[in-house]
Each structure stands twice: as structure tokens, then as C-alpha cells.
């Protein structure tokens, strides 16, 4: 079982930058792809972007955050990370990550950190 934890989340004005960090605990990512969600008051937790561990090139990015947000990963840390630019106010959200060993599936996400809190003030 791999255990989550985010981090990196604030207070941003709109058009700055913050870059999110997953760390992974007790298992690596490997063979896993690796996701983050955001979920903003009032609505459902909905996909950002993903990446495979066993091949950086392979990512996806919701259409919302295409151009402005990128998704990486560090083998040696067992870490990814989520550099969003350009921030907007309807990026203020709870994000999460979490893991799918069975591939992109919505439905196969699990081990979800605890979140870490996007604040975009206009």
C-alpha cells in the first residue's frame, strides 16, 4: 500500500505560481500512474493531469489547465509534482493525488493524500 502526502499549496494572486508536491510512503509509483484532482466547494473532485511512472513523456492534462499547469516526476525522490502557472481564481481548490496501478481509469484512483489547499485571490 503506497501512502500519499501533498504539499506545496497557499495563497497566490491570479497569475502567479505555486508547484504541488506528491511524496510517496511505503510502496514507489512504480508501474502506477499517478494523477492529481482538485475538488472546489460546492462541486465534484474532477481530474487535472496525469503522467505514467514508467515513462515521463506519457502525460494528460485536463483542457482548464493545458498551457498552464505541468505535471513531472523524480524517480529518486519518488515524488510528482504539479508547476501551475498562470493561475486563475477558478483554480482555487482542495488538490489531491493519487495512484492507479491498473492504468488511466477515473474509477481505478486510490490511496488519496489528505490535500493540500489552492487559494487564487483576483
Known amino acids: 500500500q503506497v501512502q500519499l502526502v501533498e504539499s506545496g499549496g497557499g495563497l497566490v494572486q491570479a497569475g502567479g505560481s505555486l508547484r504541488l508536491s506528491c511524496a510517496a510512503s511505503g510502496r514507489t509509483f512504480s508501474s502506477y500512474v499517478v494523477g492529481w484532482f482538485r475538488q472546489a466547494p460546492g462541486k465534484d473532485r474532477e481530474f487535472v493531469a496525469g503522467i505514467s511512472w514508467w515513462s515521463a513523456s506519457i502525460t494528460t492534462y485536463a483542457d482548464s489547465v493545458k498551457g498552464r499547469f505541468t505535471i513531472s516526476r523524480d524517480n529518486a525522490k519518488n515524488t510528482v509534482y504539479l508547476q501551475m502557472n498562470s493561475l486563475k481564481p477558478e483554480d482555487t481548490a482542495v488538490y489531491y493525488c493519487?495512484?492507479?496501478?491498473?492504468?488511466w481509469g477515473r474509477g481505478g484512483f486510490g490511496s488519496w493524500g489528505q490535500g493540500t489547499q489552492v487559494t487564487v485571490s483576483s
Open positions: 493519487a495512484v492507479n496501478p491498473t492504468g
